[in-house]
């Protein structure tokens, strides 16, 4: 139980362009799903924190009209970057959580190469 | 301020060697939780461990070992007799309940070389 899956797992876009990454929650319901970053060699950074059907908690330093999430049901949550360019290639990583305060249940992760 | 300390960047060791990675944090709330987590370089985060604050009590599983002091404010994690499929980034992690966000530690990458 308690899976967690990411679409795409790679992705390369073109500078300017947006992409959209899936995180679905895949025999839970997710009331709350965390969207994080790493870069090579790096630690995980938490972006923002979202709960299904309210707007998300972004962290500090990071741009809400860059990075959009969407929490529109229980167990789907997107982040899209938008007008990407190459310092966005990163890993995303996403999580969910049921309810509470249970834990964290990962994604495999999204690479993002912005050429 | 919430913060985890790994200061071990990498560690390597021989095949059957144990090897302990350190994780000290800081926090002032007085219920939290700590993690640790492995990332193999396929990327995808391997859940090992959650402990929360009011238990102390180490725990073994398998080869694994975890040392929890409060007193330190250390969550230790020991492999015993390591495997080359060890080899990975370990992460130690830290959520509390004021602030409910993980905050993860920079990490130590491990090799275990045959």
């Known amino acids: 139980g308690a899976v967690v899956s990411q679409h795409p797992s790679r992705v390369i876009c073109k500078s300017g362009t947006s992409v959209k990454i899936e995180c679905r929650s895949l025999d839970f319901q997710a009331t709350t799903m965390f969207w994080y970053r790493q870069f090579p060699k790096k630690s995980l950074m938490l972006m923002a924190t979202s709960n299904e059907g309210s707007k998300a908690t972004y962290e500090q330093g990071v741009e809400k009209d860059k990075f959009l999430i969407n929490h529109a049901s229980l167990t789907l949550s997107t982040l899209t970057v938008t007008s990407a360019h190459p310092e966005d290639s990163s890993f995303y990583i996403c999580?969910?959580?049921?309810?509470?305060?249970?834990?964290?249940?990962f994604g495999p992760g999204t690479r993002l190469t912005v050429t | 301020a919430q913060k985890v300390t790994q200061a071990q960047t990498e560690i390597s060791v021989v095949e059957k060697e144990d090897v302990t990675l350190d994780c000290v944090y800081e926090t002032r709330d007085t219920t939290y939780y700590l993690f640790w987590y492995k990332q193999p370089p396929s990327g995808e985060l391997v859940f090992l461990i959650r402990r929360n604050s009011f238990d102390e009590q180490n725990e073994i599983s398998g080869r694994y070992s975890w040392n929890f002091q409060k007193s330190t404010s250390s969550f230790n994690f020991t492999i015993t007799a390591s495997q080359v499929v060890d080899s990975a980034v370990y992460f130690c992690?830290?959520?509390?309940?004021?602030?409910?966000?993980?905050?993860f530690g920079t990490g130590t990458r491990l090799q275990v070389f045959p």
């Open positions: 992690a830290l959520d509390t309940y004021n602030t409910d966000k993980l905050i």
């Open positions: 999580s969910a959580r049921e309810g509470g305060r249970d834990e964290q249940y």
